[in-house]
């Protein structure tokens, strides 16, 4: 049984700590392992930890932010392509929403408007109802006899 007096820490377990500047014996004399002279090896020297050393600090070397970012009230939207439209009109589908869109993995973001580009050609009779349609993509579906409803929000 170990009595609590008795314990004591593992050979080695515990170093002593250098003790710089006491003199020749001690192995740290004359500059302590600070170098010679300089800020750093002055009683209290001390630099920032950004600071470079006569470097162009990284934050002058960066490029300036010009201009205005209106981020935070951008609108997005979702994209389709006729060529899009036309896959679903070959599956039978001739009314065209953003939950169809959802449903057929189409479009993945349910928040974002859906806007209709003119990529590719369209030759079904379809009814699709968007935010935003492109003049080009309005005219190709017009022209097959098909119909566009804009959702106003």
């Known amino acids: 049984m170990v009595l609590l007096n008795t314990l004591r820490p593992n050979t080695g377990a515990r170093n002593k700590s250098k003790r710089l500047g006491r003199w020749n014996g001690s192995g740290k004399w004359t500059f302590c392992g600070k170098g010679c002279k300089g800020q750093n090896a002055r009683s209290g020297g001390w630099v920032p930890a950004w600071f470079e050393w006569g470097q162009t ?3 002058r070397r960066m490029p300036k ?4 970012s209106n981020a935070m009230f951008k609108t997005e939207y979702n994209i ?10 070959s599956k039978g589908i001739t009314e065209i929403t953003k ?4 449903a057929n993995k189409v479009i993945r973001n349910k928040s974002a408007g ?10 079904s009779k379809v009814t699709i109802k968007t935010d935003k349609i492109s003049d ?4 190709k579906i ?5 119909k ?3 959702i106003t929000a």
């Open 114 to 123: 859906l806007k209709v580009l003119g990529n590719g050609d369209l030759t």
């Open 99 to 102: 939950e169809v869109l959802l």
């Open 148 to 150: 566009v409803e804009l």
């Open 57 to 59: 600090p990284l934050f």
């Open 142 to 146: 017009e022209k097959v006899g098909g």
């Open 80 to 89: 389709v392509n006729l060529d899009d439209l036309e896959l679903l009109a």
């Open 65 to 68: 932010l010009k201009g205005f």
């Open 136 to 139: 080009a993509a309005k005219e």
